[in-house]
């Protein structure tokens, strides 16, 4: 069954690496904050950027990324995710 897909949130959504960690591909990373903007845009800051999450988001394909609390449960499906530049774009609907 496939899950709901909802549009983008009204409200930036703010997540601390304290609290989540980002998976893609089956891989985790850590992270310092992650912002997710109405507009379909995130600003994600990296304390020390993993080389392989670089790659990853800046291959050209869309990846999905999954925000997960360090407890386990996926707060945040982003679907589309791309480096542009400094900013990461998602360009589908999240799933939450």
Same mark, same amino acid.
């Given at each position: 069954?496939?899950?709901?897909?909802?549009?983008?949130?009204?409200?930036?959504?703010?997540?601390?690496?304290?609290?989540?960690?980002?998976?893609?591909? @089956? +891989?985790?990373?850590?992270?310092?904050?992650?912002?997710?903007?109405?507009?379909?845009?995130?600003?994600?800051?990296?304390?020390?950027?993993?080389?392989?999450?670089? $790659?990853?988001? @800046?291959?050209?394909?869309? +990846?999905?990324?999954?925000?997960?609390?360090?407890? @386990?449960? $996926?707060?945040?499906?982003?679907?589309? %995710?791309?480096?542009?530049?400094?900013?990461?774009? %998602?360009?589908?609907?999240?799933?939450?």
């Amino acid at each position: 069954m496939r899950e709901h897909l909802e549009p983008l949130p009204e409200e930036t959504l703010t997540f601390s690496g304290e609290g989540h960690r980002l998976f893609i591909g @089956g +891989r985790g990373f850590d992270f310092q904050s992650l912002e997710v903007r109405p507009d379909g845009t995130m600003e994600l800051d990296l304390q020390n950027p993993d080389p392989e999450l670089t $790659r990853l988001l @800046g291959e050209g394909e869309p +990846r999905v990324i999954y925000v997960v609390s360090r407890e @386990g449960v $996926r707060d945040l499906v982003l679907q589309g %995710c791309q480096l542009e530049s400094r900013t990461i774009a %998602c360009h589908l609907k999240y799933r939450r």
